[in-house]
């Protein structure tokens, strides 16, 4: 079975500073996408970041980027400069390829403490 | 271009009656689908969609109805609704080689 595991509930981090969020994942699939979505109070699930696992090279988006493991299943997302508007849920997410399911973790909740 | 747009934000039903719920998305993708999000637990799929005619279920099917009329509009019908139905509801979309969704912004339903 295809899960995906966010073992961080919750996450606090000071304002200005960088912090990791954890996500591994099991299939035995090889070609398959991975996603980190944001979802703030207004509920909107945002796209942050997505991998290819065919890429070795990590993804970045401005001040997020990604470290991923392919041999160990692992996805985690670093934030960098923390700013106030991070403050959300962070849902880890992974498709297979020609597939149209999305597997969710359960989420992480990030502080961001001023 | 309003992106995926949901109807109702927010709703109400007693136990055993019925409703629709809306998606529609004006950016002419191909495959639709919708969620739901429980306390402590990620989003799972119900149904979706690859193109219009053409649905199949996902995780969570039980309760729910879908169709595909047009490209534009996804529907999800609750036939007789219950208390563990209560959730959040999105709906998502995307081209057909495109690798994210992009989704609604959610309905809550409560059933009483």
């Known amino acids: 079975a295809q899960t995906v595991t966010q073992s961080q509930p919750e996450m606090s981090v000071q304002e200005a500073e960088t912090v990791t969020l954890s996500c591994t994942y099991d299939?035995?699939?090889?070609?398959?996408?991975l996603f980190w979505y944001k979802q703030p109070p207004s509920r909107q699930m945002i796209l942050v970041i997505r991998?290819?696992?065919?890429?070795?090279q990590n993804a970045t988006e401005n001040r997020f980027s990604v470290n991923f493991q392919k041999a160990a299943k692992s996805f985690s997302l670093k934030i960098s400069d923390s700013q106030l508007g991070d403050a959300a849920m962070y849902f880890c997410?992974?498709?297979?390829?020609?597939?149209?399911?999305?597997?969710f973790g359960q989420g992480t909740r990030l502080t961001i403490n001023p | 271009n309003a992106g995926v747009t949901q109807t109702p934000k927010f709703q109400v039903l007693k136990t055993g009656q019925s409703m629709t719920l809306q998606c529609a998305q004006d950016?002419?993708?191909?495959?639709m689908s919708w969620y739901r999000q429980d306390p402590g637990m990620g989003l799972r799929l119900i149904h979706y969609?690859?193109?219009?005619?053409?649905?199949d279920q996902g995780e969570v099917p039980n309760g729910y109805n879908v169709s595909r009329s047009t490209t534009e509009d996804f529907p999800l019908r609750l036939l007789s609704a219950a208390p563990s139905q209560t959730s959040v509801y999105f709906c998502?979309?995307?081209?057909?080689?495109?690798?994210?969704?992009?989704f609604g912004s959610g309905t809550r339903l409560t059933v009483v």
């Open positions: 299939t035995s699939e090889s070609d398959y996408y």
């Open positions: 950016m002419n993708h191909e495959y």
């Open positions: 991998q290819e696992a065919y890429k070795q």
């Open positions: 997410a992974y498709r297979v390829q020609g597939a149209q399911k999305l597997v």
């Open positions: 998502a979309s995307k081209y057909r080689g495109e690798a994210g969704y992009t």
């Open positions: 969609s690859v193109g219009a005619g053409i649905t």
